[in-house]
């Protein structure tokens, strides 16, 4: 078999040569020899006889559409599989599960009992016609089998491999979404944490807040406050400034007849004021608001802190300025929507205490 | 510009759908000659010779002749094999001999001088010349043997001659064939007894 092979690719080999005329006259007797050898047409003698007579053929039949349509998807799937490297190697995919299939032992298999089945027949049948041209038949539905189950496998392996790829590809997708449902997941999380720490935050502003509130709305105790601002007087630099009305030239202020003072240190940065008479508010509706202004005039107005005037008789409040101010010319109370203002309008006043006035 | 094996050889997928419109129609009236028409055993020859040609696109060797040529012998084996498994158990149902005759005698007329000819691959031209000037018996028994696949004893009983004659009759015209192609100044022995 492999004989007569290699004569037909030397005769196409000489044949060539010919067609060029470059044939020397041993290869001339070698063509010669050969070519009244031929037992069967030479593969590219015959490939080109196939493709002439389709050619000249009435019958121009195409494939049908369907058909074409799926052979070029398999035909994808098995390109992608092979990448550009050499032939499929089909005994990679199925060598461990099925070591007896691959494709090349079949193949020496057949070679092997060929040459087996050749010789026997020559040895027993070489003189006797019809024996040689049984064996001769046996030999070739024998070879014919083997290659009928030669090409049965070949076909069963291609198909398992191009299946098994396919899978591949499957679960590589399918990894692939996993992974970036895992990244979202991730950055939802991250997310989540940092509203989370936002929200702590945010807690522990409303805390201090709270807190800085609270100082301001919980009633101190009377008698402490009392000691506090005794112990206040006792310091050099404090000042004592009696409260009269806020009145302006035609405006006069809100309440008259509001008694007390303000006592104030300039290095301590606090003080306290003192009232008798002041009309006691409604916090859901307004609330007193303490107003510090330094030396450099009006404009220069500082929140002391907002208070309530909750009982009858004296009231002492502690004043605290957002902040530090300088040498302190003038306080002043005014009423304001509850919580108090950043910036007073100065149209609900009630009492004004001038350093120097 | 590589070929399309060549494409199919280097991993390039578009290859696919471009190797099944060149080629798809040759493979399939191939089968479809070859196992007379049996659609399904049809189908799957032409699944088989794909198969083989996407496994083993990397055979093919330029230098050796057309790619055309290379894809019909390939398919031409391929084929064969599945008739051979086939024709056992179904050449009584599928091949009437009285059928066979009328579309299997038709044989076209083939000169080398048709347009297109002279644009094709290295033999063709002279394989055309060669085939034009068999004896019509050789003809007739060259064509059904390579353009129907047909063995030789089918040969043999559509053509009403004896299974040697048949034999040596298409091996006389693959001789002078050859011997076309070998250029008329070569002798040969074109008269050898049936083996």
Not at chain 1, 141 to 149: G, I, T, W
């Amino acid at each position: 078999m492999s004989d007569s092979h290699n004569n037909a690719e030397r005769l196409i080999e000489l044949l060539a040569a010919q067609q060029l005329g470059d044939l020397s006259h041993a290869e001339q007797d070698e063509l010669t020899s050969l070519a009244s050898e031929l037992d069967s047409l030479p593969d590219e003698i015959l490939g080109d006889l196939l493709v002439m007579f389709d050619q000249h053929s009435e019958d121009q039949e195409q494939l049908p559409k369907a058909l074409a349509d799926s052979l070029s998807k398999s035909g994808q799937t098995a390109i992608a599989i092979r990448g550009g490297s050499g032939p499929i190697n089909l005994q990679q995919a199925t060598a461990e599960n099925n070591p007896q299939s691959s494709e090349s032992g079949a193949w020496r298999w057949i070679s092997v009992a060929a040459a087996v089945i050749a010789i026997g027949a020559t040895v027993f049948g070489v003189s006797n016609y019809s024996a040689h041209n049984q064996a001769r038949q046996q030999f070739e539905s024998k070879l014919a089998s083997l290659q009928n189950k030669v090409t049965h496998n070949e076909t069963l392996l291609a198909n398992s491999r191009i299946a098994a790829a396919q899978a591949q590809i499957s679960i590589r997708t399918l990894e692939e979404e996993k992974q970036l449902q895992a990244t979202e997941l991730a950055q939802l999380e991250s997310t989540k944490l940092d509203l989370a720490s936002q929200l702590a935050e945010a807690t522990s502003s409303l805390d201090n807040a709270m807190d800085r509130i609270a100082v301001y709305e919980t009633p101190l105790d009377p008698a402490q406050l009392a000691e506090n601002r005794r112990q206040l007087l006792t310091v050099p630099d404090t000042v004592q400034i009696a409260w009269q009305p806020f009145d302006l030239p035609d405006a006069p202020a809100e309440q008259q007849g509001v008694q007390g003072d303000v006592i104030w240190s300039d290095s301590l940065q606090e003080g306290y004021i003192r009232f008798v008479g002041l009309e006691p508010n409604d916090p859901n509706i307004e609330q007193y608001q303490i107003w510090v202004i330094d030396e450099r005039g009006l404009e220069q107005k500082v929140s002391g802190g907002v208070f309530n005037a909750s009982a009858e008789g004296e009231i002492i409040v502690p004043i605290h300025p957002g902040i530090d101010v300088g040498r302190v010319a003038l306080f002043a109370i005014t009423v304001e929507d509850p919580g108090g203002t950043w910036v007073p309008d100065l149209s609900r006043r009630v009492v004004v205490a001038p350093r120097d006035g | 510009m590589p070929t399309i094996l060549q494409r199919i050889t280097a991993g390039d997928q578009t290859a696919a759908e471009d190797c099944v419109a060149e080629y798809g129609g040759l493979i399939w009236r191939l089968a479809r000659r070859y196992l007379d028409r049996a659609e399904s055993e049809v189908e799957d020859a032409v699944q088989d010779v794909f198969l083989e040609l996407w496994i083993h696109a990397d055979r093919f060797d330029p230098s050796k002749g057309s790619e055309a040529a290379f894809v019909a012998t390939l398919a031409h084996r391929r084929i064969i094999d599945r008739q051979r498994k086939i024709s056992t158990q179904r050449r009584n149902e599928h091949r009437a001999v009285a059928e066979l005759k009328a579309t299997v005698l038709k044989i076209p007329n083939i000169s080398g001088d048709e347009a297109g000819i002279q644009q094709a691959p290295l033999y063709r031209k002279e394989l055309a010349r060669g085939f034009h000037e068999l004896p019509k018996d050789e003809q007739t028994a060259l064509w059904m043997s390579v353009y129907r696949g047909l063995s030789h004893r089918d040969i043999s009983e559509i053509t009403d001659t004896p299974v040697g004659t048949v034999k040596s009759r298409i091996r006389r015209a693959m001789i002078r064939m050859t011997k076309t192609l070998l250029g008329d100044s070569t002798e040969l022995q074109c008269e050898r007894s049936p083996s």
